[in-house]
């Protein structure tokens, strides 16, 4: 089971970092994701990383601001956001991809596992 935490609200220009643990402490599966869901919307991919945390994927708004990264499979998955915009406010979600599967992938149906999301608020 994986569950995202450090959301909260804040103010456009303002930091936060997201983390994605694993029950247990340890990450089975490779590949672990970030997405998003605003209100109204779909789940939208933010990043992917694998498993060394030597490879990364970013969607293209994500690029400039955000960061994904991880020590290990011992260790927490975060998620570093800077320069947040109103338009970041989501539900952010970390998921991990089957295990074995090591190829990163911005498509939502191709992660199995998914913890509960946690709440990003952006204010102007």
């Known amino acids: 089971q994986l569950q995202a935490s450090g959301g909260g609200s804040v103010q456009t220009g303002d930091s936060l970092r997201l983390s994605c643990a694993a029950s247990?402490?340890?990450?089975?599966?490779?590949?672990v994701g970030w997405f998003r869901q605003a209100p109204g919307k779909g789940r939208e991919f933010v990043a992917a990383?694998?498993?060394?945390?030597?490879?990364?994927k970013y969607a293209d708004f994500a690029k400039d601001r955000f960061t994904i990264s991880r020590d290990n499979a011992n260790n927490p998955v975060y998620l570093q956001m800077n320069s947040l915009k109103p338009e970041d406010t989501a539900v952010y979600y970390c998921?991990?991809?089957?295990?074995?599967?090591?190829?990163?992938?911005?498509?939502?149906?191709?992660?199995?596992?998914w913890g509960r999301g946690t709440l990003v608020t952006v204010s102007s």
């Open positions: 998921a991990a991809r089957p295990r074995a599967v090591t190829v990163l992938t911005d498509a939502p149906h191709l992660y199995r596992y």
């Open positions: 990383i694998s498993l060394s945390g030597g490879s990364a």
């Open positions: 247990g402490g340890t990450f089975s599966n490779p590949v």
